[in-house]
T-cell receptor
């Protein structure tokens, strides 16, 4: 089954804690993305990566970090610097930066305890 | 103000009825406009894509239209089904993807 897998489905963070959201794809896509979705707002881009070992900040990168050590994996760390982390996080990928159809994972709901 | 505005924010219809969702955008130029369907707690899935030169595109009971002069797109759903209950998101592709805020559709039996 080809696709994008996000885990966990639900995640709780304590104050001052860093948490990492997993995103794995077996579509052989070059480009991967992290979006944040809040009620009543459009998806906002956190970070993206167009090739292994390279990534760029999106519109709301503060308080987040990523790595792209393998083509199929693009984990997102929500650091303690992110003061309002409660949101639905979506990982997406596409074949290349010029091919605009995004394939999304099922999302991770992050909540603060 | 969002560059991609969708209306209504939410909509309730009865099963079997038709409905139309609206997307107004201010960005220009753009290469294409795409509609996504997002089930609750899931990631969005692409329904249709139109370039700026296309007027209409269908995918089963879903028909999208685009008027580049008025900068409006609509998504028409025919003979709605319970499984159509979801959020529908309009996305405009310029040098980056700009997402609308979505319309939450609920179909009741």
């Amino acid at each position: 089954d080809g696709g994008i897998t996000q885990s966990p489905k639900y995640l709780f963070r304590k104050e001052g804690q860093n948490v990492t959201l997993s995103c794995e794809q077996n579509l052989n896509h070059d480009a991967m993305y992290w979006y944040r979705q809040d009620p009543g707002q459009g998806l906002r881009l956190i970070y993206y990566s167009q090739i292994v070992n390279d990534f760029q900040k999106g519109d709301i990168a503060e308080g987040y970090s990523v790595s792209r050590e393998k083509k199929e994996s693009f984990p997102l760390t929500v650091t303690s610097a992110q003061k309002n982390p409660t949101a639905f996080y979506l990982c997406a990928s596409k074949r290349s930066k010029t091919n605009e159809k995004l394939f999304f994972g099922s999302g991770t709901q992050l909540s603060v305890l | 103000k969002n560059q991609v505005e969708q209306s209504p924010q939410s909509l309730i219809i009865l099963e079997g009825k038709n409905c139309t969702l609206q997307c107004n955008y201010t960005v220009s130029p753009f290469s294409n406009l795409r509609w996504y369907k997002q089930d609750t707690g899931r990631g969005p899935v692409s329904l249709t894509i139109m370039t700026f030169s296309e007027n209409t595109k269908s995918n089963g009971r879903y028909t999208a239209t685009l008027d580049a002069d008025t900068k409006q797109s609509s998504l028409h759903i025919t003979a709605s089904q319970l499984s159509d209950s979801a959020s529908y998101i309009c996305v405009v592709n310029t040098d980056k993807l700009i997402f609308g805020t979505g319309t939450r559709l609920q179909v009741f039996p």
